[in-house]
């Protein structure tokens, strides 16, 4: 990934192009393309749904594939002040991208790596009474005050202490260093917004909250962020909507898409009524067929499960305009497409097809894979020439 420096030095150009990566796009497979603009916009418009809460933005998993620098650069220009990523390695990019914002890692802390979190004036959120005894232990030895957040578990049951522990701990905020900057818990179904776990989750934290008066607090994820101000605390803390994902599941996304992936076309060829197509001959031409092999597979994030057989139909392309089947199993390296219903001569070699975008939301490509949209940012490959746009 280039560096921060290349977009805070890049003259304005009337293509809104900010930064490129990867492999020269003449070399490449396929073009990613990322329209920090409509980042920007979907974090202005989750902002101004959770006002007056503080609207962070979580930019771990390498921004949900789409990378951590000009992600938290972009946001951070927009106003962001608070950022989420996973482990200390995400938090030491975001630190450079972000110089003033405050910085929660959700790992934790990993036994010994205290001092790097002084040094990157990075927050742990902890997860357990061990961790936050051995945190303590650090701040006494060190004299570090930099805070921490306080994981309460209250129905995900993956990381954070229980309500129990919440409540023993509660009395250590009248001390003048206690420590804990903020309060936290994590929705397990905000994307059903009539599961009844929602409310329950929102009751107990509210519960926990009374004991933590004056300690800021978060609970809402993306989709949280629409379950209304009962959600909200202070800081509201979206992920995958701010990349295009639609956090309302049930409803028309709100979100303006940010991803654009096209791949070439390496060949068309013709496969007769009766030959099958690519691994294990699970896919069988039912007519005379025309196939386009494109330059991406498997080991660029287009699911193996995507593939389609006789007995399953799997993704979709959009080759000339026209929603186009995979055909056959996904290869490592290649897919193909059954671009029969398209004209003669529609698609040719060097033509680039769309894989994400034009319709074609990360939703969609979710389904036809039988994932959600956060497992398709996440896994997009880099051999994909990248370019970064602020349109």
């Not at 009395?171 to 929705?187: D, K, Q, T, V, Y």
């Not at 691994?279 to 039912?286: E, L």
């Not at 000339?320 to 398209?342: H, N, Q, Y």
């Amino acid at each position: 990934m280039a560096t921060i420096d290349l977009i805070e030095t890049a003259p304005p150009v009337d293509t809104g192009i900010v930064e490129k990566d990867g492999p020269p796009a003449a070399q490449a497979g396929g073009t990613l393309t990322i329209d920090l603009g409509a980042l920007a916009a979907n974090w202005q418009a989750l902002r101004r749904r959770a006002t007056p809460s503080e609207c962070a933005a979580v930019v771990k998993a390498n921004a949900y594939g789409l990378g951590i620098e000009p992600v938290a650069h972009t946001l951070a220009k927009e106003g962001c002040k608070t950022f989420f990523v996973a482990d200390l390695s995400e938090a030491r990019r975001a630190r450079a991208a972000a110089p003033e914002a405050a910085i929660f890692v959700l790992s934790g802390v990993m036994p010994g790596s205290g001092p790097e979190f002084s040094v990157l004036r990075a927050k742990p959120v902890i997860g357990s009474t061990v961790e936050l005894a051995e945190w303590d232990a650090y701040c006494a030895a060190s004299g570090w005050r930099g805070g921490a957040a306080l994981h309460v578990d209250t129905g995900m049951n993956r990381l954070g202490v229980s309500i129990n522990e919440a409540a023993a701990l509660a009395p250590r905020i009248r001390a003048e260093n206690h420590g804990i900057h903020l309060l936290m818990s994590h929705f397990a179904c905000a994307e059903e917004a009539g599961n009844a776990l929602n409310e329950k989750q929102i009751k107990l934290f509210r519960e926990v909250r009374l004991l933590y008066r004056g300690i800021p607090s978060s609970l809402a994820n993306s989709s949280g962020i629409f379950l209304g101000d009962a959600a909200h605390c202070d800081v509201v803390r979206p992920g995958v909507a701010l990349y295009g994902v639609n956090p309302t599941p049930d409803k028309p996304n709100p979100m303006r898409p940010v991803v654009d992936l096209k791949v070439r076309v390496l060949q068309v060829r013709g496969v007769t009524r009766g030959e099958t197509v690519g691994y294990g001959g699970a896919w069988t031409a039912r007519r005379a067929t025309r196939i386009a092999v494109i330059a991406a597979g498997y080991a660029d994030g287009i699911f193996r499960s995507a593939g389609s057989s006789d007995e399953m139909p799997g993704g979709v392309a959009i080759v000339a305009d026209k929603r186009c089947p995979f055909a056959g199993r996904i290869s490592m390296d290649l897919t193909a497409i059954d671009v029969s219903e398209l004209p003669d001569g529609a698609v040719r070699r060097g033509d680039m097809v769309t894989l994400i975008g034009d319709g074609l939301t990360l939703d969609d490509v979710g389904r036809g894979a039988s994932t959600i949209g956060y497992e398709v940012l996440t896994s997009l490959g880099r051999r994909y020439h990248r370019v970064y746009r602020r349109d």
